[in-house]
């Protein structure tokens, strides 16, 4: 092996200096792109709550070179004779970023000045552009979110590409909307100059290889699981006890590895958040971190200066009592909450539903765990737990149909305030707690005649039509549920706009397409239905899709005559009764707004404060 071969080289690099003008490939064997929506909604509000601890509106932009630097982590590259220079560790990463810096600068679009980052996104070479991240199965996907802002799903099969498109509707979904005026720009120049990452450069795979592996070895070091654990077993005095915890602890530790591979030290912010964090950072620039955000880092040290005063652990007894019982009691909700928002269950079916269209699992895990103590009944935890999970998924979507956003910044005190009150309560004050706060909210379904899809909006807009579809159908005795909907084992469902999308047809009605489009995307005009049947007869106009309707789920038939014929008992239901179900022969303006108002009326229904009566 030359030397040129054995060089590695490490540098620290802003993101300006690792991505403008140049060209990344991505190896054959990690060309899936495989970020979930947690992972994409941690690095923003990361990013900009590092960002907003600095920021100060009185700022020149010139002052956001002094603002605190965020560490992005590693990434390795290999560069070959010919210099082409592939991503060997860090692709899942730099894809995430540009993802990010595609959305920021069609943010700035609008503005006459505008910080220039197209050049970190793609380059240019005799005439042609062409994007950083090499790879052809991510151009076409790339080239929509730029140049549109969206990119349309349907019908693509490729995992990576739909992957790209739904983690940029996640950005677009916590980005905070005090970022979106006067404080973009300095954003957009800290995140480009101040958010660092180390940069390892190896001139033969070989190397390169060795140095990934070395890496990801988790020998390497102690993570701060560990290192609390060294700790809580160095002040249990007994040996025999200090043995039993240690087993404990490693049995534990090994069950919620089997979810995921950090699940331990997300359960231990979780659980230290839910139940003794008293504090957290204000949002001034220069504030300190508080309980809230110390535990987000380095909770082992954070638990070392707290034990005695919050958790009133003085003694080796205190300890192994404490481990013992609460440590065994909270990982394991932790880890049934866990498999409650991968399967449904019908203990508590709203942890399910916010795993699906919740808020930030920094707030949300913590807000779980907060009201259940060792010592009650199970029915009794797994109730309150449902509970705090539907005031969360009210929430959720109360916002969401006023098209207001829940980032983790724009929510935090006020989540972290609910995590404290609803702390060790029992079921009758958590009951009237929430109620409290669902009364108190500014947002209600009273903006359901005005909300339409868009292409950002359409997983929440799935989220809620399988809800209602769900709801109707289990009022009318039917077997389905969310998952048969949202996400069934056989066919998938689609949601099927009412009108085909011909403005022709519709000028009767409208003077501009624009209306016409807002119109056909109204709630008021929407269903579901299964993958092939939405794509068979989609062009079709209404009048000719009705009888097909019919045929399907229970809210679809509802459009048609024949349905309340052959079914005279579906007003049966109290619930239903309450709802301004008709038949619409035909689809006018005035009849997708009285859907509208019966889409609003479920949603009330649904989500009614009475539950917490």
């Not at 020149?60 to 070179?65: G, L, M, P, W």
């Not at 490729?158 to 940029?168: A, G, P, Q, V």
């Not at 009605?509 to 807002?518: A, I, K, M, N, P």
Request: with cysteine; proline share 3%.
């Amino acid at each position: 092996m030359s030397k040129i071969e054995n060089k590695i080289e490490a540098s620290d690099k802003n993101i300006n200096d690792l991505l403008k003008d140049k060209k990344f490939f991505i190896d054959y064997f990690q060309r899936e792109y495989r970020w979930e929506e947690k992972h994409m909604v941690t690095l923003v509000e990361d990013l900009t709550s590092a960002f907003l601890k600095s920021y100060d509106p009185a700022h020149k932009r010139s002052e956001v070179a002094n603002y605190q630097s965020y560490y992005l982590g590693p990434v390795v590259f290999s560069i070959s004779e010919d210099g082409k220079n592939s991503i060997i560790d860090g692709q899942q990463r730099i894809t995430s970023i540009t993802l990010f810096l595609i959305y920021l600068n069609n943010l700035q679009k609008e503005r006459e000045s505008q910080v220039q980052i197209s050049n970190l996104i793609f380059s240019e070479k005799y005439g042609e552009k062409s994007f950083n991240m090499t790879d052809e199965d991510r151009q076409e996907v790339l080239k929509a979110l730029y140049e549109k802002g969206e990119f349309d799903t349907n019908g693509v099969e490729d995992e990576t590409s739909i992957n790209i498109s739904e983690r940029y509707q996640d950005i677009d979904a916590v980005f905070p909307e005090s970022l979106l005026d006067e404080a973009l720009p300095f954003f957009i120049d800290w995140f480009i100059g101040n958010v660092v990452i180390v940069k390892i450069t190896a001139y033969s795979d070989e190397n390169a290889y060795t140095i990934f592996e070395t890496m990801n070895d988790r020998g390497m070091n102690l993570t701060s699981t560990e290192m609390l654990k060294g700790y809580v077993l160095s002040r249990i005095r007994d040996k025999k006890r200090r043995s039993e915890i240690n087993e404990l602890w490693k049995e534990k530790i090994q069950q919620l590895h089997e979810f995921e591979a950090n699940a331990d030290l997300t359960f231990f912010q979780a659980w230290f958040r839910a139940k003794y964090a008293s504090s957290m950072r204000p949002t001034k620039a220069g504030a300190e971190n508080q309980d809230f955000e110390l535990i987000g880092t380095r909770f082992h040290n954070w638990f070392k200066d707290n034990h005695e005063e919050l958790f009133d652990l003085k003694s080796s007894d205190d300890f192994y009592d404490f481990f013992k019982k609460e440590f065994v009691f909270m990982a394991n909700w932790y880890m049934r909450n866990w498999e409650s928002m991968i399967k449904l269950n019908e203990k508590c079916p709203h942890v399910f539903y916010i795993s699906r269209w919740g808020i930030a699992p920094s707030l949300q895990d913590a807000l779980l765990l907060a009201t259940i103590n060792p010592g009650e009944q199970e029915d009794e935890s797994y109730e309150k737990i449902n509970r705090v999970a539907r005031f969360i998924e009210t929430y959720t979507v109360r916002r969401a149909v006023n098209y207001r956003k829940f980032g983790a910044s724009a929510i935090r005190y006020t989540f972290f305030n609910i995590i404290k009150a609803v702390r060790n309560q029992d079921l009758e004050n958590l009951n009237g707690i929430l109620l409290e706060e669902v009364n108190s909210l500014d947002e209600t379904f009273s903006a359901i005649p005005n909300f339409s899809m868009h292409q950002q909006n359409k997983r929440f807009v799935k989220h809620l039509l399988s809800r209602i579809s769900a709801f109707v159908d289990q009022e009318m005795g039917k077997p389905t549920n969310y998952v048969s909907y949202h996400e069934p084992t056989g066919k998938k469902f689609e949601i099927e706009h009412l009108w085909s999308n011909k403005f022709e047809d519709h000028k009767d009605e409208f003077e501009q397409e624009h209306d016409f489009v807002h119109w056909r995307n109204s709630v008021g005009a929407l269903v579901l239905l299964p993958n092939g049947t939405n794509q068979s007869f989609s062009s079709d106009k209404y009048e000719d899709k009705l009888g097909h309707y019919l045929k399907e789920n229970t809210y679809a038939q509802t459009l048609h005559p024949d349905f309340y014929k052959k079914n005279p008992n579906f007003f049966n239901s109290s619930k239903l009764a309450q709802v301004p179900f008709r038949p619409h022969e035909e689809l006018k303006k005035d009849d997708i707004a009285e859907r509208a108002e019966t889409v609003q009326k479920l949603c009330e229904t649904i989500w009614s404060p009475e539950y917490y009566v």
